[in-house]
Nanobody
């Protein structure tokens, strides 16, 4: 089993930055690809970013490419999402997820484990 706990969300002005953290526990973490997703009120869950088990491969949604950076520290069992140049459109609950069953990292249903989420609110 893998347990995920997000932190680092909050209120920030447009143009500002936040760093989200996802603390993972469980023996499978070090070999698990990880993803970040977000969901705004009234919208479907949206892919944000993903990273391979080694950190050697990453993927980003077009809407965040160049602004967000995903990284991981397997020794500390933590995955990060550095968010820069934030926009009001980034406002959402952000969830980390682990253990996709396929290499299709952008599909939420492919992930087995999910954190509870952390709220990010960007004011204009």
């Amino acid at each position: 089993q893998v347990q995920l706990v997000e932190s680092g969300g909050g209120l920030v002005q447009a143009g500002g930055s936040l760093r989200l953290s996802c603390a993972a526990s469980g023996r499978t973490f070090s070999s698990s690809p990880m993803g970040w997703f977000r969901q705004a009120p009234g919208k479907e869950r949206e892919f944000v970013a993903a990273i391979s088990w080694s950190g050697g491969s990453t993927d980003y949604a077009d809407s965040v490419k160049g602004r967000f950076t995903i990284s991981r520290d397997n020794a500390k069992n933590v995955v990060y999402l550095q968010m820069n140049s934030l926009k009001p459109e980034d406002t959402a609950v952000y969830h980390c997820a682990a253990g996709p069953t396929t290499t299709a990292w952008r599909i939420p249903d492919n992930y087995r484990y999910w954190g509870q989420g952390t709220q990010v609110t960007v004011s204009s």
